[in-house]
C-alpha cells in the first residue's frame, strides 16, 4: 500500500524533518533541533503539530442522532453544549476500547477526531451501529493541525481574531481567506493550545503564518514525550481492545448520571468494574534512576513477582527524568508503592506515582 | 601517535599503545537523536570484538553498543553517565564511552579509516 502525505508533507522536508510511517502515513518523527529541544519550546513558547493523518468524522443529524450516540458512548449528549467538546471511547460490548477521541457538538451534527490507525474501523462500527440513518463524512479533504504551548494563544489570535475567547474544550467557526474553520481549544500535551480543523489547500498557508508569528514545528517525537509527561492515554499503548477505561483509570470521562442507567455499550462492565473494582489499573512510574523502562517491560513487586507491564516509557524533557505509564493488579497501585522494573535481564528499582508527571496549565473559563 | 579507526556500528577506537579509548560517532549520534541514558561495561570486566559493550538510549529507542576490537576494560567514563547529552554534544572527544587493554592488536586491521568509514557512513544512508 503507498504511503500517504499529508498537505504539510513539503513543509515538514523545508523543515529538515526525520521521518517515519505512522498508521500509513509519512509523518515528520523529529526536526532538526531534536526532541527534546522541541519538547521544551512547546512547553516554553509554542509548537505546530501536524496530525492530519487523525479522523475527522461529521456525523450530521438531529435529536434523533443525539439519542443513537448515547447509545454508543458514556456521555451526557442531550446537555452537552452547541461547540463543546468531550474525551470519550468507542468501546465493545466488553467495555474493551476500539478507539478514544474527542466529540464535539456542532449545529448540524458532531464532530469526531479519531486516530489515524483507527479511523478506518471506527468508522464501520459507527457506520453498522447508526445502520447508515444518517450522512457520515470521514474528510479526508481536511487538514487537522495542532498548535500547543504557552504563547499559542497570542500567537492564533493574530491570525483568527477572538481566538482567545474560547474556553478549554470548547470552538467554533472562524473565517480564514473566505474559508471556514473549526477551531477547539484543546489538546495532548497538557498545555493551553488549539486544534485546527482546515481545508487540505489551506493547511500550509496558514501553517506558514503560524510559524512567521514565532511558533515552530514539533514532531512526533516531541508529541510523544509531552503527552506521557501530562499522563495521557495513547491507543495502542495504555488503550486496545484488552483494556477498559476504568481499568485505564478515565472514569472521569464517563457522565455520572449514565453510570446510574447504563444503556451505554460495554455499560455492564463498565459498571461492575466500578462497584467490583477493577483487577488491573494504571499507574504512572518513576524509575528511581535515569534507566528508561519502554513498553513491554515487566513490572515485579518486591518480592519479585509479576504484577504487570509497562505501557509508555520514555525520558521526559521538562522533569528530566525517566518516566512511564503501565499496568497493574490493583493491590499494588498505591503511590509510593516501590515496584521492580526488568530491564535488559536485571531488575531496577521504581515507584508508582500520581499522574501527571508534568503539571498542566490549561485555559479555564476565560470568559 | 595515536590513530583512530571506525567500525561498520559507527564506533570509533582511538589507539594509544596498547590501549584503545572507544565511543560512538557523530553520525550515530545524529541517527540516534538525543540521548538520555548510558550503561558502559564494568571496570575489569572482558568485552570481545563485536560483542556487546553497553546501551545507549534516546528518546526515541534503546540501541546496544559494541567494542570493536576485543580487551580488558580499564576504565568507564562517568561524566556521560552522569550528563548523557554530552554524547550528543561532543561524541569523538569528551564523550568517549570506556578504555580497554587491547587483547589483539591485528583485530584492528579490518576496521576502516577516517576517509573509508566517512564514506561508508555517507552510503549507510540514514
Redesign the interface.
Given at each position: 500500500m503507498e504511503i500517504k502525505k499529508t498537505s504539510l508533507n513539503k513543509l515538514h522536508q523545508d523543515n529538515k524533518a526525520k521521518f517515519v510511517e505512522f498508521a500509513g502515513y509519512e509523518m515528520p518523527?523529529?526536526y532538526s533541533s531534536?526532541?527534546?529541544?522541541e519538547h521544551k519550546f512547546t512547553r516554553a513558547n509554542s509548537g505546530i503539530f501536524d496530525v492530519s493523518h487523525m479522523g475527522q468524522l461529521f456525523i450530521y443529524g438531529d435529536d434523533n442522532l443525539i439519542n443513537d450516540l448515547e447509545k454508543i458512548f458514556p456521555l451526557d449528549l442531550k446537555n452537552l453544549k452547541l461547540n463543546s467538546s468531550k474525551y470519550s471511547f468507542l468501546m465493545n460490548d466488553k467495555a474493551g476500547v476500539y478507539d478514544d477521541l474527542i466529540i464535539t457538538k456542532l449545529d448540524k451534527g458532531f464532530l469526531i477526531i479519531l486516530n489515524a490507525a483507527c479511523k478506518d474501523n471506527d468508522f464501520k462500527i459507527l457506520s453498522s451501529l447508526l445502520k447508515d440513518k444518517y450522512k457520515m463524512v470521514l474528510d479526508d479533504q481536511r487538514s487537522l493541525i495542532a498548535i500547543q504551548g504557552p504563547k499559542s494563544v497570542e500567537i492564533l489570535n493574530k491570525i483568527l481574531k477572538a481566538v482567545a475567547d474560547l474556553n478549554f474544550m470548547s470552538g467554533n467557526w472562524f473565517t480564514y481567506k473566505d474559508q471556514k474553520l473549526y477551531v477547539t481549544r484543546s489538546g495532548y500535551t497538557g498545555e493551553d493550545g488549539f486544534e485546527i480543523s482546515i481545508s487540505n489547500e489551506l493547511a500550509e498557508v496558514f501553517t506558514k503564518e503560524l510559524l512567521d508569528n514565532g511558533s515552530k514545528m514539533i514532531g512526533l517525537?516531541a508529541r510523544d514525550?509531552l503527552r506521557l509527561e501530562a499522563g495521557l492515554c495513547l491507543y495502542g499503548h495504555e488503550l486496545s481492545t484488552e483494556t477498559t477505561p476504568i481499568e485505564a483509570n478515565l472514569k472521569w470521562a464517563i457522565s455520572k448520571d449514565r453510570l446510574n442507567n447504563g444503556g451505554f455499550i460495554g455499560s455492564d462492565n463498565v459498571i461492575n468494574q466500578i462497584k467490583d473494582g477493577a483487577k488491573k489499573i494504571r499507574i504512572g512510574i518513576k524509575p528511581e534512576g535515569?534507566?528508561?523502562a519502554?513498553e513491554k517491560t515487566k513490572i515485579f513487586n518486591e518480592n519479585e513477582q509479576l504484577i504487570g507491564e509497562v505501557t509508555s516509557g520514555?525520558?521526559g524533557?521538562s522533569v528530566n527524568g525517566?518516566i512511564a505509564m503501565g499496568f497493574v493488579d490493583q493491590e499494588f497501585s498505591k503511590k509510593e508503592t516501590k515496584i521492580l522494573l526488568e530491564v535488559?535481564g536485571k531488575k531496577y528499582p521504581a515507584n508508582v506515582c500520581g499522574l501527571p508527571f508534568y503539571k498542566k496549565s490549561y485555559v479555564k473559563g476565560v470568559n | 601517535m595515536s590513530e583512530v579507526k571506525y567500525s561498520k556500528e559507527h564506533e570509533w577506537i582511538k589507539v594509544e599503545g596498547d590501549v584503545g579509548t572507544i565511543g560512538i560517532t557523530q553520525h550515530a549520534t545524529e541517527m540516534l537523536g538525543d540521548i538520555v541514558f548510558v550503561e558502559l561495561p564494568d571496570v575489569g570486566s572482558s568485552v570481545e570484538k563485536d560483542g556487546n559493550a553497553g546501551v545507549v538510549e534516546s528518546t526515541k529507542a534503546a540501541s546496544d553498543v559494541y567494542t570493536p576490537i576485543s580487551g580488558e576494560v580499564m576504565e568507564n567514563n562517568p561524566v556521560i553517565v552522569e550528563d548523557p547529552g554530552k554524547i550528543n554534544s561532543d561524541p569523538e572527544n569528551e564523550a568517549w564511552f570506556f578504555k580497554l587493554k587491547i587483547k589483539d592488536s591485528s583485530e584492528l586491521d579490518s576496521l576502516m579509516n577516517k576517509e573509508e568509514y566517512d564514506k561508508f557512513a555517507k552510503e549507510s544512508g540514514n
Amino acid at each position: 500500500m503507498e504511503i500517504k502525505k499529508t498537505s504539510l508533507n513539503k513543509l515538514h522536508q523545508d523543515n529538515k524533518a526525520k521521518f517515519v510511517e505512522f498508521a500509513g502515513y509519512e509523518m515528520p518523527i523529529q526536526y532538526s533541533s531534536g526532541i527534546i529541544e522541541e519538547h521544551k519550546f512547546t512547553r516554553a513558547n509554542s509548537g505546530i503539530f501536524d496530525v492530519s493523518h487523525m479522523g475527522q468524522l461529521f456525523i450530521y443529524g438531529d435529536d434523533n442522532l443525539i439519542n443513537d450516540l448515547e447509545k454508543i458512548f458514556p456521555l451526557d449528549l442531550k446537555n452537552l453544549k452547541l461547540n463543546s467538546s468531550k474525551y470519550s471511547f468507542l468501546m465493545n460490548d466488553k467495555a474493551g476500547v476500539y478507539d478514544d477521541l474527542i466529540i464535539t457538538k456542532l449545529d448540524k451534527g458532531f464532530l469526531i477526531i479519531l486516530n489515524a490507525a483507527c479511523k478506518d474501523n471506527d468508522f464501520k462500527i459507527l457506520s453498522s451501529l447508526l445502520k447508515d440513518k444518517y450522512k457520515m463524512v470521514l474528510d479526508d479533504q481536511r487538514s487537522l493541525i495542532a498548535i500547543q504551548g504557552p504563547k499559542s494563544v497570542e500567537i492564533l489570535n493574530k491570525i483568527l481574531k477572538a481566538v482567545a475567547d474560547l474556553n478549554f474544550m470548547s470552538g467554533n467557526w472562524f473565517t480564514y481567506k473566505d474559508q471556514k474553520l473549526y477551531v477547539t481549544r484543546s489538546g495532548y500535551t497538557g498545555e493551553d493550545g488549539f486544534e485546527i480543523s482546515i481545508s487540505n489547500e489551506l493547511a500550509e498557508v496558514f501553517t506558514k503564518e503560524l510559524l512567521d508569528n514565532g511558533s515552530k514545528m514539533i514532531g512526533l517525537g516531541a508529541r510523544d514525550t509531552l503527552r506521557l509527561e501530562a499522563g495521557l492515554c495513547l491507543y495502542g499503548h495504555e488503550l486496545s481492545t484488552e483494556t477498559t477505561p476504568i481499568e485505564a483509570n478515565l472514569k472521569w470521562a464517563i457522565s455520572k448520571d449514565r453510570l446510574n442507567n447504563g444503556g451505554f455499550i460495554g455499560s455492564d462492565n463498565v459498571i461492575n468494574q466500578i462497584k467490583d473494582g477493577a483487577k488491573k489499573i494504571r499507574i504512572g512510574i518513576k524509575p528511581e534512576g535515569r534507566l528508561i523502562a519502554r513498553e513491554k517491560t515487566k513490572i515485579f513487586n518486591e518480592n519479585e513477582q509479576l504484577i504487570g507491564e509497562v505501557t509508555s516509557g520514555t525520558f521526559g524533557p521538562s522533569v528530566n527524568g525517566p518516566i512511564a505509564m503501565g499496568f497493574v493488579d490493583q493491590e499494588f497501585s498505591k503511590k509510593e508503592t516501590k515496584i521492580l522494573l526488568e530491564v535488559r535481564g536485571k531488575k531496577y528499582p521504581a515507584n508508582v506515582c500520581g499522574l501527571p508527571f508534568y503539571k498542566k496549565s490549561y485555559v479555564k473559563g476565560v470568559n | 601517535m595515536s590513530e583512530v579507526k571506525y567500525s561498520k556500528e559507527h564506533e570509533w577506537i582511538k589507539v594509544e599503545g596498547d590501549v584503545g579509548t572507544i565511543g560512538i560517532t557523530q553520525h550515530a549520534t545524529e541517527m540516534l537523536g538525543d540521548i538520555v541514558f548510558v550503561e558502559l561495561p564494568d571496570v575489569g570486566s572482558s568485552v570481545e570484538k563485536d560483542g556487546n559493550a553497553g546501551v545507549v538510549e534516546s528518546t526515541k529507542a534503546a540501541s546496544d553498543v559494541y567494542t570493536p576490537i576485543s580487551g580488558e576494560v580499564m576504565e568507564n567514563n562517568p561524566v556521560i553517565v552522569e550528563d548523557p547529552g554530552k554524547i550528543n554534544s561532543d561524541p569523538e572527544n569528551e564523550a568517549w564511552f570506556f578504555k580497554l587493554k587491547i587483547k589483539d592488536s591485528s583485530e584492528l586491521d579490518s576496521l576502516m579509516n577516517k576517509e573509508e568509514y566517512d564514506k561508508f557512513a555517507k552510503e549507510s544512508g540514514n
